[in-house]
């Protein structure tokens, strides 16, 4: 063989090798672009997921966010209510007391044992009032001075009662459910010197 035939030989082998690669690199991009093709055909699809998600979570966003605003409102309500109507219960069971105190003074012969006994049951009337609405009196006779549910208006000596001792009581004082609403206004004893 001869130079120029191993020339063309070689040469021949040269075009048959870039023609080989040209046809891998034809094959890669068809394959390439098939890949890629379904890449974002599965990237759409995701895409569409994701979207359907986010719709629904913003739905379901709005609606509790509607709910609360709701509740929030009825809740305010209710709060409004119950201070306007808190005494509702006791104004009833006052009006009943209110009643007899009027039933009493519009009498036209008024005998002093039938006033006496009126107010007596008018009295109770109130005292059961009270006591259904945990509205307790204060009559601290004979107790220690407690500056908590006492209000001492003076000090007077004595010698029968120890010192700090309520003696009188000039106006009774009250709870409601155990928190002072109006002291005791008392009288308390001092050391007799």
Do not use: C, W
């Not at 007899?100 to 519009?106: D, F, I, N, W, Y």
């Not at 009559?139 to 029968?160: I, K, R």
């Amino acid at each position: 063989m001869t130079n120029s035939e191993q020339n063309v030989e070689t040469d021949d082998s040269t075009v048959n090798e870039q023609e080989d690669s040209q046809e891998d690199i034809l094959d890669q991009t068809d394959t390439s672009e098939s890949n890629t093709s379904e890449s974002s055909q599965e990237l759409d699809r995701q895409l569409e997921d994701a979207q359907q998600q986010v719709a629904e979570y913003h739905d379901k966003m709005l609606r509790m966010q509607a709910e609360m605003d709701n509740l929030r409102k009825r809740t305010e309500r209710d709060i409004s209510n119950a201070h306007k109507y808190a005494v509702e219960k006791f104004a009833n069971e006052l009006l009943q007391v209110k009643d007899s105190l009027e039933l009493g003074l519009s009498a036209d012969d008024i005998d002093v044992a039938k006033l006496q006994e009126g107010t007596e049951l008018t009295l109770k009337m109130l005292s059961n009032a009270f006591e259904k609405f945990s509205i307790e009196e204060i009559n601290p006779v004979g107790e220690a001075f407690d500056p908590n549910l006492h209000e001492a208006m003076t000090m007077q000596e004595s010698t029968e009662h120890e010192p700090n001792t309520v003696l009188t009581v000039m106006q009774k004082g009250y709870t409601l459910h155990g928190r002072l609403i109006r002291p005791a206004m008392v009288i308390v004893a001092k050391a007799v010197g």
